[in-house]
């Protein structure tokens, strides 16, 4: 089992942008589908972005496609979410998750966490 932690949170203006990432430890980084998750206040958790295990297939969320995107260093056990012209809307605690089982691209079956980093957009 990997172990997540993210790092990259912040402050920022509206039209600004942020890079989160990911660092995994453990075994089998590779074998991971990763993806991004974000929650804001009073809010259901949100799927945001998926990447497969190798890296060439991406998924995004309506509200976030065009702006960020997501991407993987198995050699480095990182995984980034760039997240460029950054909204208020798209202020919340932003969660690196993991998963053996496909698809990548649904928010079902994540079942390791990181603990979250804050991400606000001032307007």
């Known amino acids: 089992q990997v172990q997540l932690v993210e790092s990259g949170g912040g402050l920022v203006q509206a039209g600004d942008s942020l890079r989160l990432s990911c660092a995994a430890s453990?075994?089998?980084?590779?074998?991971?589908?990763m993806g991004w998750f974000r929650q804001a206040p009073g809010k259901a958790r949100e799927f945001v972005a998926g990447i497969n295990w190798t890296g060439s297939l991406t998924y995004y969320t309506d509200s976030v496609k065009g702006r960020f995107t997501i991407s993987r260093d198995n050699a480095k056990n990182t995984v980034l979410l760039q997240m460029n012209s950054l909204k208020p809307e798209d202020t919340a605690v932003y969660y690196c998750?993991?998963?053996?089982?496909?698809?990548?691209?649904?928010?079902?079956?994540?079942?390791?966490w990181g603990q979250g980093t804050q991400v606000t957009v001032s307007s």
């Open positions: 453990g075994r089998s980084f590779s074998n991971y589908r």
């Open positions: 998750a993991a998963k053996l089982a496909p698809p990548y691209n649904s928010p079902r079956g994540y079942d390791t």
